[in-house]
């Protein structure tokens, strides 16, 4: 999962109305709210209610066959990290209780009296040059051997080619077992978090644009990725002096 990170105090907004004005973002924008605790385990989610008055924020969890929601309860650490575009908020979730909800279980806590705000690094990203890799290639339980061009890349996330019919990736929902493959040598286990799908200008056929983070890149991998975008984009510094 994402690590939360460090805050240094001049990230931190503790105006009640500066607070409920970013939640409300959230809400209103349907924006997924990832949760994570001492447990190292980490569960999607959406604002579904908030309630300044008494103090109340509820979190649609949905489906959890795994119960990791009890397990973040349980362990009385839970931290939310969330993308408006690009800015990242990050707030801890105090006086935690599940309640059931019509669509699923809710995770109800007291409104936080602070958050941390982000401006996200914009990675550099490249195109690929090749027509085949790189690709993502989806584990057997989605559709096995399936693989899924990337559009762009870099050492945070990327882009990938759906086709307007096909969703295996649920924007907010971690996905984890997926195949990296660079090149004809170079695969690389992977987990993405979705973010957003929107459609590929000029396209023809109905693609989607699907834009996706990097979850728990282990350094072996990180190497790997940086020394292709290194590359890649030497590549193309060539190409470009050839013209």
Do not use: W
């Amino acid at each position: 999962m994402p690590a939360p990170e460090v805050a240094p105090e001049e990230f931190r907004v503790t105006a009640p109305a500066e607070v409920a004005a970013y939640l409300q973002q959230l809400q209103r924008g349907n924006a997924a709210v990832l949760l994570s605790g001492p447990p190292g385990q980490s569960l999607p989610s959406r604002i579904c209610a908030f309630d300044t008055e008494a103090g109340v924020l509820g979190l649609e969890i949905g489906a959890d066959p795994e119960g990791i929601s009890q397990a973040l309860v349980a362990g009385g650490e839970i931290t939310a990290v969330a993308y408006l575009g690009t800015i990242k908020l990050q707030f801890e979730l105090d006086d935690t209780v599940l309640v059931s909800g019509e669509q699923g279980a809710v995770l109800r806590s007291s409104l936080p009296e602070r958050l941390y705000r982000f401006q996200r690094r914009q990675s550099f990203r490249v195109q690929p040059a090749g027509s085949v890799y790189p690709r993502v290639v989806l584990p057997g339980a989605v559709e096995p051997g399936r693989a899924l061009r990337v559009l762009d890349i870099s050492i945070g996330g990327l882009a990938l080619a759906l086709p307007a019919d096909f969703s295996p990736l649920p924007p907010g929902q971690v996905a984890a077992g997926l195949v990296l493959e660079l090149d004809r040598i170079t695969a690389l286990r992977v987990a993405l978090l979705p973010h957003h799908a929107s459609p590929i200008a000029g396209d023809a056929q109905g693609m989607l644009q699907l834009g996706c983070s990097f979850v728990d890149l282990d350094p072996a991998a990180s190497r790997s990725l940086q020394v292709y975008v290194d590359q890649t984009q030497k590549r193309r510094r060539l190409l470009k002096l050839d013209t």
